[in-house]
């Protein structure tokens, strides 16, 4: 009974671990759904603004999202639903990827200047907007 049980639980930790790949891969899939569409929109320009604008809101959802989920968070959710926002969700919506191949190309391009600002930019926006939801989240979680 000992060693099937113990391939039983790993069986059960392994599906549980697949399906929730899955489910964070179908999130991500959609986000990056949102983030194609929205790049196509107002954004384009000659600096890609519309990237800065999907890491800098990721950032801030990922930092209000800790704080208000984290150990003195106000609001309790599982492990899994952590990583499912916090990876899955955060992860497809934000476009690092992009941001970097696109600020790779301004150098390339000898763009120098324009790649240097949107690196600048971006890391300085997407701190402030991440420091700005745990800010904000701390301040639902001293609520009483």
Excluded at 37 to 51: K, V
Excluded at 56 to 72: E, H, R
Aim: proline share 1%.
């Amino acid at each position: 009974m000992g060693a099937d049980s113990a391939v039983s639980y790993k069986d059960q930790e392994l599906n549980g671990i697949l399906h929730l790949d899955c489910s964070r891969r179908r999130y991500r899939y959609c986000g990056s759904l949102l983030a194609v569409r929205r790049d196509r929109s107002i954004f384009r320009r000659d600096i890609p603004l519309g990237h800065a604008h999907h890491n800098v809101t990721g950032s801030f959802v990922i930092g209000f999202f800790a704080a208000l989920t984290g150990p003195d968070g106000r609001l309790f959710v599982s492990s899994n639903a952590r990583q499912f926002v916090m990876v899955g969700m955060c992860g497809g919506y934000t476009t690092f990827s992009s941001f970097s191949l696109q600020t790779l190309n301004l150098m390339n391009g000898g763009e120098w200047y324009r790649a240097i600002g949107n690196i600048g930019a971006s890391v300085a926006l997407c701190l402030i907007a991440v420091w700005a939801g745990v800010v904000l989240a701390g301040s639902i979680n001293a609520l009483k």
